[in-house]
């Protein structure tokens, strides 16, 4: 158990990071083995995010702070928070991957608690985040896109092309 001086500790060592952060997700980090949560400690990382698990009544008197609602006893699990200074679409991604590489007895859809948008102050459903996480990087999106616009004009020119060929001949 903790004393109330390490408790105290924790939560300013949560508030430093909540005030420089743009996006928190929340996950449940049961039954997932420590050399795994090294492993996501690790990812977030490199995009440049912190994974801190704390007690939901610490997790709940900070959010509770910076003016979210978040009930602590409608979770019954335990809470880990990745607190990110990037937006949801560049931090969710790495997430939705890490637990769906766990196999098929540890699933996304149940790991993933739901994120906040701390400057919006808006809550994200556990579903739209995992929906972003599976999104390609932009610059796929982008290039899908481009193909999209361009597929009725190189059709149209391909139409043309095989028309003068019968014409020519």
């Not at 608690?113 to 556990?126: D, Q, R, T, W």
């Amino acid at each position: 158990m903790k004393t109330k001086a390490q408790k105290q500790t924790e939560l300013e060592k949560a508030k430093k990071l909540f005030a420089k952060s743009r996006t928190l997700i929340l996950t449940d980090f049961g039954r997932i083995k420590v050399n795994d949560l090294k492993k996501l400690r690790t990812a977030l990382r490199e995009q440049g995010a912190d994974y801190m698990v704390m007690k939901k009544r610490l997790l709940g008197l900070l959010l509770k702070e910076k003016g979210i609602e978040f009930d602590s006893k409608a979770h019954k699990l335990s809470i880990g928070a990745i607190y990110s200074d990037k937006h949801i679409e560049e931090i969710a991604a790495p997430v939705v991957k890490f637990f769906g590489n766990l196999g098929e007895e540890i699933k996304a859809v149940e790991k993933v608690l739901g994120g906040y948008h701390v400057e919006g102050k808006a809550f994200i459903e556990p579903k739209h985040v995992i929906m972003i996480g599976n999104l390609p990087p932009r610059e796929v999106l982008l290039a899908q896109l481009l193909g999209m616009l361009q597929a009725p004009v190189s059709s149209l020119l391909y139409l043309f092309q095989e028309r003068s060929k019968k014409l020519a001949i």
